[in-house]
């Protein structure tokens, strides 16, 4: 079981930057993928960035490539998103989340979820 907590989220004017964490309770982090999703109204859920459980490797959406980048501490049990160069288009409640395969991008093959955090942009 695992449980998991974003933070960092608030109002940022375009091109500016946050780091959003994510804290998991649980002896098993260290055993899942973490992702990022994120949501804006009106909008599906969609798939930002994972992260693979030794923190070898990370994959992005092409929208967020080049801009965010995911790392996680195992000893903390915490994952992160830094957000650099944002975009009006990049406000959403982003969400933490966590899945036993590093290749999944889909929202329904991750097993748990934070409760989101709102980022706003600014234009």
């Known amino acids: 079981q695992v449980q998991l907590v974003e933070s960092g989220g608030g109002l940022v004017q375009a091109g500016g930057s946050l780091r959003l964490s994510c804290a998991a309770s649980?002896?098993?982090?260290?055993?899942?993928?973490m992702g990022w999703f994120r949501q804006a109204p009106g909008k599906e859920r969609e798939f930002v960035g994972v992260?693979?459980?030794?923190?070898?490797?990370?994959r992005y959406a092409d929208s967020v490539k080049g801009r965010f980048t995911i790392s996680r501490d195992n000893a903390k049990n915490t994952q992160y998103l830094q957000m650099n160069s944002l975009k009006p288009e990049d406000t959403a409640v982003y969400y933490c989340?966590?899945?036993?395969?590093?290749?999944?991008?889909?929202?329904?093959?991750?097993?748990?979820w934070g409760q989101g955090t709102q980022v706003t942009v600014s234009s």
């Open positions: 989340a966590a899945t036993r395969n590093y290749y999944f991008s889909s929202q329904g093959n991750y097993d748990y």
């Open positions: 992260i693979s459980s030794s923190g070898g490797s990370t």
């Open positions: 649980g002896r098993t982090f260290s055993s899942y993928a």
